[in-house]
């Protein structure tokens, strides 16, 4: 672009530049004493330029592609050392952009980052696909192998997905016509999608990356997508995508590590923010976990779960921190997933002061049965069997969902360590079920379901349960049942004078369960027997 299509203060600039492409930010004045040694000196020890992609020849109107103008300033950019690509206001259409290192590039406050969506504009790479290695569409910003990279500012980054979930579903048919179910193999000739679909934003093996303020939109996939990196800042970033688009994950840490997300609002089609580190255990493979995540003071609207992690978690995932979040509307509030053949541990997660609104399936559900259906098979344990322990949950509340919580392990690999107190149930069809656990806590909960009882336990092995209310049960209902339980203490519980006893003890397989200090009505029993269970195993103590 020549001088004289710059109007005002860009012109001013360019010529004050003196035929530089780049202007150092730490003193303007510096460029009109480049001749100066100190000055030259000065300018070319100084790496914070900015960029401005329309000096590259971008135009901004939505139709034109961008993206080698785009391109270059990343280049021009990184030859320099490092420093500031702008973009202005305005629409600007762009295949897959590949990032560099030292890169920030801010999005002013009315620029729209466009993602094409010509099918043929994407080249491939090797990337990874729900878990899976393999060749994939580029994303529209992309980076591999880079240091310090942030993304900022007030503009818009818009996928344009619509014409992507269409060739998905699409393919998908086609994949079930021709019987291939799962991720594998490849799609099939004839498909809509040859490859698996691009991410909005995805960084390879990177190291210190800041996304900060943007909106994200109608990603064609996942939205933001870290793999194998180190030290990633999300913040204050808005994401979103219809409530029916596919896969269109808002943040999905995979394999990474020293990851903070915050100050966000997410709404999409699948899970808002979830934690992963690979689809499957593969023997001889080195696989990496996500470890030492944080998510605090965001707010989750449609999508599958709020906060999840998994289903692959075959690298493992471990030190997650989930505090001060709000959902309303997701499937789910809090899911933890897995399942067998996924493999690896999956331990120390917190989460605290979280608020669960309108959600459409259950509100906290750490579950091991992702896949398959049979819970009562016992299948010998292996490598590929996943374990989840030291798992705790405070200060809960549920405002409406037809499942309370769901805590649900494997036959041969039951969840150990978890703990859930301080918790407070409203408005739900289904209370708390708990199965396939070893050393677990449940203290000062209060569950107001409509059917069923409250707290059911089954399978369960060291568990104490403490200061378990109900205000609203189901007329008859006991408030607690058991199946199959050992070495279990129930102590400061209550229940109503509508309840049937406070405790169910059914069928066979308990021992070893403590009653103590317990409030119950005057006619209500303490506890009842049903299934042919033994009375025996029942202690009242005072």
């Known amino acids: 672009m020549s001088t ?3 109007p005002g203060r860009r012109k001013f600039a360019r010529d004050l530049a003196v035929g530089l492409t780049a202007v150092p930010v730490s003193g303007m004045a510096q460029a009109i004493f480049a ?5 030259e000196t000065s300018r070319q020890s100084d790496h914070s330029y900015i960029f401005d992609i329309r000096d590259f020849g971008a135009i901004p109107d939505g139709k034109t592609l961008a993206t080698k103008s785009i391109q270059a300033a990343f280049d021009r950019c990184h030859e320099a050392g490092g420093g500031k690509v702008v973009i202005p206001p305005g629409r600007y259409l762009s295949a897959p952009l590949f990032l560099r290192s030292n890169l ?3 999005l002013l406050p009315g620029a729209y980052l466009l993602g094409s969506t010509n099918f043929d504009d994407y080249p491939t790479i090797q990337g990874r696909w729900e878990g899976l290695d393999r060749t994939i569409f580029a994303s529209l ?7 310090n990279v942030t993304i900022s500012g007030r503009g818009t980054i818009d996928g344009q997905g619509q014409d992507w979930w269409k060739a ?3 393919t998908q048919a086609l994949r079930r016509k021709l019987g291939l179910e799962g991720r594998e193999p490849e799609n099939p000739p004839g498909s809509p999608l040859k490859w698996p679909r691009p991410r909005l934003i995805n960084c390879y093996r990177c190291k210190n990356v800041h996304i900060s303020g943007i909106t994200i939109l109608n990603s064609p996939s996942w939205q933001v997508h870290p793999v194998l990196c180190e030290e990633i800042c999300i913040d204050g ?5 219809p409530g029916d688009s596919p896969n269109t994950d808002g943040i999905d840490p995979d394999s990474c590590k020293l990851v903070r997300i915050s100050n966000c609002y997410i709404s999409t089609g699948d899970d808002c923010v979830v934690i992963k580190s690979g689809y499957k255990y593969q023997p001889g493979v080195n696989q990496i976990p996500s470890e030492d995540i944080t998510v605090t003071n965001c707010i989750f609207g449609t999508g599958h779960a709020g906060v999840a992690i998994g289903s692959e978690t075959s690298g493992g995932v471990r030190n997650v921190a989930v505090s001060n979040c709000v959902c309303n509307g997701t499937r789910r509030g809090l899911y933890i997933k897995s399942a067998r053949g996924r493999g690896n541990i999956v331990e120390n997660f917190r989460a605290s002061n979280v608020v669960l609104k309108n959600i459409l399936d259950t509100a906290v559900h750490v579950g091991m049965f992702y896949t398959g259906s049979d819970r009562t098979a016992r299948v010998e344990k292996n490598e590929a069997t996943p374990t989840f322990r030291n798992f705790h949950f405070s200060g809960i509340i549920v405002e409406g969902a037809p499942h309370a919580v769901i805590v649900e392990g494997l036959p041969e690999s039951p969840i150990r360590e978890f703990s859930l107190e301080n918790v407070t149930v409203n408005g739900v069809k289904a209370g708390l079920t708990c199965s396939n656990t070893q050393q677990a806590r449940f203290e000062r909960l209060t569950v107001n379901s409509e059917s069923g009882p409250s707290f059911s336990f089954s399978d369960v092995r060291d568990l104490d ?8 049960a189901a007329p008859e209902e006991v408030v607690i049942r058991m199946e199959r339980v050992e070495n279990v203490s129930v102590t400061s519980c209550a229940a109503l004078e509508s309840s049937r006893a406070l405790l169910e003890v059914h069928g066979g397989g308990s021992r070893d369960v403590v009653l103590a200090l317990n409030r119950v009505p005057k006619g209500v029993p303490e506890a009842v027997f049903a299934g042919g269970a033994d009375t025996s195993v029942v202690e009242k103590r005072a």
């Not at 001749?35 to 000055?39: D, G, K, N, R, T």
């Open 4 to 6: 004289k299509q710059l």
């Open 35 to 39: 001749s100066s040694p100190s000055a």
């Open 104 to 106: 920030e590039l801010e």
């Open 141 to 147: 910003l992309t980076g591999q192998d880079l240091e």
């Open 168 to 170: 998905h579903r699409e």
């Open 237 to 241: 970033v808005t994401i979103w995508a």
């Open 465 to 472: 349960v403490s200061q378990l209310r109900t205000a609203k």
